[in-house]
């Protein structure tokens, strides 16, 4: 399994929700955080207007999938997410070890 910590702009998240639906894959955890890339401190574009804060809003999309997809859902979140402009977001891909169903006990992929 693996899991993927997505960070995107709040405004993409409907799209990407939509998109990763139509893949089958519906298990997520979406937390509100803030964030700088390689611009902090310089102007980036949200909702129209600019920011020159260091920190700008963002939300991080936690997904854990099977090894299999990963590709996939990579395409998925870059077409659902990219808009050219700086700031669009980074995906960061880590080997996870198991997860566990609480209700049923199913373990690995069964899990998710
Ligand atoms: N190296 C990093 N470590 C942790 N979080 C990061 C890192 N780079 C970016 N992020 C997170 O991703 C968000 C979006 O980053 P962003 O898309 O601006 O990256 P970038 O490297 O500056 O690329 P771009 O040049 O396209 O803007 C940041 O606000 C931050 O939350
Ligand atoms: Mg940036």
């Known amino acids: 399994m693996i899991k993927l ?11 990407l929700q939509h998109r990763l639906e139509e893949m ?4 997520m955890t979406v937390t509100e955080v803030r964030g700088a890339g ?9 909702r129209g207007l600019e920011y020159r804060v260091r920190l700008l809003p963002k ?8 090894q ?6 990579i395409k998925t979140i870059r077409d659902a997410c990219l808009t ?3 700031g669009d977001g980074k995906i960061f891909i880590t080997q996870l070890s198991d ?12 899990a998710l």
Not at 5 to 13: A, D, F, K, T, Y
């Open 68 to 73: 299999g997809v990963v590709e996939e859902v």
């Open 99 to 110: 997860a566990v169903r609480i209700r049923t006990g199913e373990r690995g992929n069964d």
């Open 5 to 15: 910590e997505v960070i995107i702009r709040p405004e993409r998240l409907e799209e």
């Open 38 to 46: 390689r611009q902090a401190g310089y102007v980036e574009r949200y």
């Open 24 to 27: 089958g894959l519906t298990g």
């Open 59 to 66: 939300l991080k999309v936690e997904l854990v999938v099977p």
């Open 84 to 86: 050219g402009e700086v």
